[in-house]
């Protein structure tokens, strides 16, 4: 089970809250409201989930009714009260002297956002390139605007003054980062230079902004791999929106690194959530993470025995073992998602219905979902099968931990390497289903695959 603290709940009258911002918006600007239908038509994504902060006039007594729907006072900025609730996620709530609404979308570069929509220069963009906050007014309304806002690495509302050496700095580890070799001799080697990496970008810019650009590399090389991944990201590009929609990254760790990855993670200023505890038949177990400060959260697999679960198996050395379990064997097959594999998926919100048809019209199968619930859907898009080395099939088969029948099966038709994950969140609910994520790890073990006979319809 989820430890009690991490024990999440929908939040309904929260969501309604942010319902009646986004109504008010929508009806009184043109250019939102078509932007939210194209977002649906387009991309298969919901205006709402899009939605970074708000702010709102303190005459309208909003404070108030956001305390009563669990709301609380982060900070204070001159006069302004920023509002957030951590049971759920939701937008923060700017509460200030405003007479206007303003609603602000994430997106992962304002310019790419106006350009994608025409908006011209005249629309002072607030923030130089590359700063923890970027933002600029894109529609104007009747008393509600919408603002376009880019992160790196910030919560503030405040957009912090030009440092041009530091925007410098953090495109140059940007590269480095993007770049990094990813096939060492061993596996040591590469967690090696990884972390070479980061602690040099931490030192010039910490750990807040260094995890925003490191998970972004890791997107951009995951989706290289990944063909749903590409057209829904050529998607939401075309509207200037970028991956700003992602919910959660997955990476698959060996027994062995496991520790190394996690403290790799730690290193970026991820505190631990919950630990899900698959058990004894599922044979394996997850550590989540969350970094407040850039709202990145992952998911960090392992396999684990049942004696096992109960421990802190995110700290605590895993002794190897000769069985392996659908995570173990996936990184045999693939090597480490920190380094040769790249993650194992890429959750985003969605409109889950919608996305199901508009991958499948552009030739993307999705999965039946692993979780069908009103305030949370999941689903897998139809994965993408990886050619295997011989070297790793070798390995694996001579250690006995594959048969002579799937090293044959993984010579001829590869095995499964990744996903994108459809998500579809409702009333503000933070968690995961562990029973479905469970299943779904037991239907994409790739001993599980039908024999290439089966494949060619034999």
């Known amino acids: 089970m989820a430890e009690p603290q991490f024990h999440w709940q929908p939040q309904p009258e929260a969501q309604a809250l942010v319902r009646e911002v986004v109504d008010h918006l929508l009806s009184r600007c043109p250019r939102a409201a078509e932007l939210a239908r194209r977002m649906r038509q387009e991309t298969a994504t919901r205006f709402i989930d899009w939605i970074d902060s708000i702010e709102v006039p303190a005459s309208d007594d909003w404070e108030y009714r956001l305390g009563k729907v669990g709301f609380a006072c982060r900070e ?3 006069s302004t009260r920023v509002l957030v609730h951590e049971g759920g996620v939701f937008p923060s709530f700017a509460v200030s002297d405003t007479t206007v609404h303003r609603v602000f979308i994430k997106v992962e570069s304002v310019a790419d956002f106006m350009a994608a929509w025409m908006i011209s220069n005249d629309h002072v963009i607030e923030g130089e390139p590359f700063a923890a906050v970027r933002r600029a007014p894109v529609f104007h309304g009747d008393g509600a605007d919408l603002w376009a806002i880019e992160r790196h690495g910030s919560r503030s509302i405040v957009v912090p003054p030009s440092q041009p050496q530091r925007s410098l700095q953090m495109v140059r580890h940007y590269e480095s980062l ?42 951009e090389y995951w989706a290289r791999r990944n063909r749903a991944a590409r057209i829904q990201k050529g998607r939401q590009d075309a509207l200037g929106l970028g991956w700003a929609n992602h919910d959660h990254h997955t990476f698959r760790s ?26 004894a038949e599922a ?5 989540v993470l969350e970094q407040p400060a850039c709202g990145i959260v992952v998911f960090a697999d392992v396999d684990l025995s049942p004696e096992e679960v109960a421990g802190d198996f995110a700290h605590e050395p895993l002794p190897e073992r000769h069985e392996l379990g659908t995570v173990g064997l996936w990184c045999g097959l693939h090597g480490e998602s920190i380094l040769q594999a790249g993650m194992h998926h890429l959750e985003c919100q969605f409109d889950h219905e919608a996305l199901c048809d508009q991958l499948q019209a552009a030739g993307v199968s999705t999965m039946s979902p692993f979780t ?18 011989d070297a790793r099939i070798n390995r694996l088969l001579q250690a006995g931990q594959i048969t002579p029948t799937q090293a044959n ?31 779904i ?18």
Request: net charge positive; aromatic share 10%; glycine share 10%.
């Open 76 to 78: 204070l900025v001159g």
């Open 254 to 279: 060996s027994r062995q690194h496991f520790r190394k990855l996690v403290a790799l993670f730690e290193r970026l200023g991820m505190k631990p959530r919950e630990r899900f505890y698959a058990g």
């Open 178 to 219: 993007r770049r990094r070799e990813r096939e060492w001799p061993n596996d040591d080697q590469g967690f090696a230079r990884v972390r070479l990496l980061v602690d040099a970008a931490i030192a010039d810019l910490g750990p807040d902004m260094t995890c925003d650009i490191f998970f972004a590399a890791e997107r």
């Open 441 to 458: 790890i037991a239907r994409t073990d790739p001993r599980r695959e039908a024999p290439q006979a089966e494949l060619l319809g034999a």
């Open 409 to 439: 099966q993984f010579r001829m038709t590869g095995a499964i390497g990744s996903h994108l994950e459809n998500l579809e969140r409702n009333d503000g609910y933070k968690g995961f289903n562990q029973q479905g994520v469970s299943d």
């Open 283 to 287: 044979g394996w177990g997850a550590q």
């Open 372 to 389: 069908d619930l009103p305030y949370l859907r999941q689903a897998f898009s139809e994965g993408e099968r990886w050619k295997v080395s």
